[in-house]
């Protein structure tokens, strides 16, 4: 591999996940990236873990849902144990799926069954809840190499970040569209029932408090609706 070229491409990439507008296309560019930048990658996607089920993210081939959710079901694999890193790994690399696997003994015949002839991850993020890894597939046995693991990780480290970045952003801006749409419900409170401000709040809580509906669902309710 020309590692300066490399890093002028992952340099580019950088850019170009901090430009994207949404999560959902800075996943989209990071797993696309990983096809582009990692020898031998053929397809890639973002395992995230919910306790015990399993989302896929930003998948670039079908291949990638049908191992996620093979995972799922047997309960067991390496995406698994890359998303929970529970022997404190970040990196795992399996050359090749042809053989045994006495690590994975009822994922690996059945992943090589699907195409799958190697394939890698890395610890993407933690949470308090959802744990994720971004997971590199080849249909060839011993197509990733040391080098391949190295750009791998290299990419994981800057697709970490962006994807952190990105949530954040995200989250900040439901938590705008909420305080918005919390003070429309309280003008028309406000406006129809000649309510303070404090009033109008204290509606909307205690609303909320006793049918057990979250404050932004009965704030969109009377904005829809004009009443409680």
């Not at 569209?177 to 129809?192: K, P, S, Y």
Request: aromatic share 6%.
């Amino acid at each position: 591999m020309d590692w300066g070229q490399f890093a002028q491409q992952m340099a580019s990439m950088a850019r170009d996940l901090l430009a994207q507008d949404s999560v959902a296309t800075t996943l989209e560019r990071i797993t696309a990236s990983a096809t582009e930048l990692v020898d031998g990658c053929d397809a890639a996607g973002i395992l995230v873990l919910h306790g015990t089920k399993v989302e896929t993210l930003a998948p670039t081939h079908e291949l990638v849902i049908d191992s996620h959710r093979l995972q799922e079901h047997l309960g067991e694999g390496p995406c698994f144990d890359a998303a929970r890193s529970s022997r404190g790994e970040r990196v795992f690399r399996i050359a090749d799926l042809t053989g045994e696997q006495q690590r994975w003994p009822a994922y690996a015949p059945l992943a090589h069954k699907l195409g799958v002839g190697s394939m890698m991850g890395f610890l993407l993020f933690t949470g308090d809840k959802d744990l994720g890894a971004l997971n590199l597939y080849s249909r060839e046995p011993g197509a990733f190499t040391a080098t391949s693991e190295m750009a791998g990780l290299l990419l994981a480290s800057h697709a970490a970040v962006a994807f952190s970045s990105a949530r954040t952003h995200a989250q900040m801006e439901r938590a705008a569209a909420t305080r918005h749409t919390i003070g429309e419900a309280m003008g028309i409170l406000m406006g129809a029932h000649h309510l303070t401000e404090d009033q109008a709040f204290a509606v909307l809580r205690r609303y909320s408090q006793e049918k057990n509906i979250k404050l932004h669902k009965v704030a969109r309710r009377v904005c829809e609706q004009g009443t409680l």
